[in-house]
């Protein structure tokens, strides 16, 4: 449902004119705001402190982290397509495993190593196999077009960078400090949306945005939308993490954006070449291999079943 309602928003335009809308930070500011509310509720629904369980200044990396990558993605469906997009997250374990080396030290043996060749090769089947340009973009000139796709491919690359440190720090929090998960939700909430306002404010396109919702409202709609959704799967991720780790959160994610491509694919009509499926098949594959190899079968599973 999440993703489905991304692309729509992103990728299709409002009114008769089929304007769309460009304002990605606007999207995290609701968002956030909307994650900062559910997670203040349920805490005071289970007798929880507000206080933060952390000192305040250490929710900042994962929250510019999580800022900068969100960023990334909805503007990267401007010029890849989503099935890309989707597939660029289910690779987000690679980022994960070097995070965890160059943060917490951690060891990976030759089968790690196996499944993560196993996962580049993948996307780069589904990369060089196909159309990966977003829709909007194959109607520009040739050369327009190749640039737009670097950059959105460059975007992608920023995600990877970006959400897989968010996940990390996430880990490291839950380690280091004793805290429910709404509270760790609040205040990286906080501090996401007091960053998405500044560079709002700072880009001029808050004023923007919201003459885009005044002139389209069920824009709006779709924005909230996407922000009780996403504020959901926050609140799975904070337990998957908590409870599992920042590797089977990897691995959850991408069996869910395997679901996500063939759901965009039936319902946007994108035609993937059979090399493009294959490409497809080998990350979802390697990950779950490595995921269960990682984890064992009976603990992978039991996330699986918790989360999903």
């Not at 999207?27 to 402190?49: D, E, F, H, T, Y």
């Not at 991720?237 to 780790?245: A, E, H, L, R, S």
Request: aromatic share 10%.
């Amino acid at each position: 449902v999440y993703s489905l309602i991304q692309e729509r928003l992103m990728t299709l335009g409002f009114g008769p004119e089929r304007e769309r809308f460009r304002h990605s930070l606007f999207i995290i500011l609701v968002n956030r705001l909307v994650a900062c509310a559910v997670a203040a509720a349920a805490l005071g629904l289970a007798g929880k402190s507000l206080q933060p369980g952390a000192p305040l200044a250490i929710f900042s990396i994962p929250s510019v982290a999580n800022v900068l990558g969100s960023a990334s993605q909805y503007e990267a469906l401007k010029y890849v397509s989503f099935p890309l997009q989707a597939l660029a997250k289910c690779a987000k374990t690679v980022p994960v495993m070097a995070w965890g080396l160059l943060l917490g030290r951690r060891k990976y043996d030759a089968i790690d190593y196996f499944c993560a060749g196993t996962v580049t090769f993948g996307c780069a089947l589904f990369v060089l196999t196909g159309s990966i340009a977003a829709p909007q973009q194959l109607r520009a000139a040739h050369a327009v077009a190749a640039l737009w796709l670097a950059y959105g491919l460059l975007l992608l690359g920023a995600f990877l960078l970006f959400d897989g440190l968010t996940s990390t720090t996430q880990d490291r929090l839950f380690a280091q400090y004793e805290m429910h998960s709404c509270n760790q939700l609040l205040w990286v909430s906080v501090w996401s949306a007091a960053v998405s306002f500044a560079l709002l404010v700072a880009g001029r396109q808050l004023v923007p945005a919201l003459e885009f919702v005044a002139r389209h409202p069920s824009a709006l709609l779709y924005i909230l939308g996407l922000s009780l959704v996403s504020t959901a799967v926050q609140l799975f991720i904070f337990y998957t993490i908590q409870q599992y780790g920042a590797l089977h959160f990897a691995l959850i994610m991408t069996i869910r954006q395997f679901l996500s491509i063939v759901l965009s694919c039936l319902v946007f009509s994108h035609d993937l070449s059979a090399s493009q499926w294959l490409g497809t098949l080998l990350v979802i594959g390697g990950l779950v291999a490595r995921g269960m190899h990682r984890g064992g079968l009976a603990r992978t599973t039991s996330a699986l079943g918790a989360v999903c």
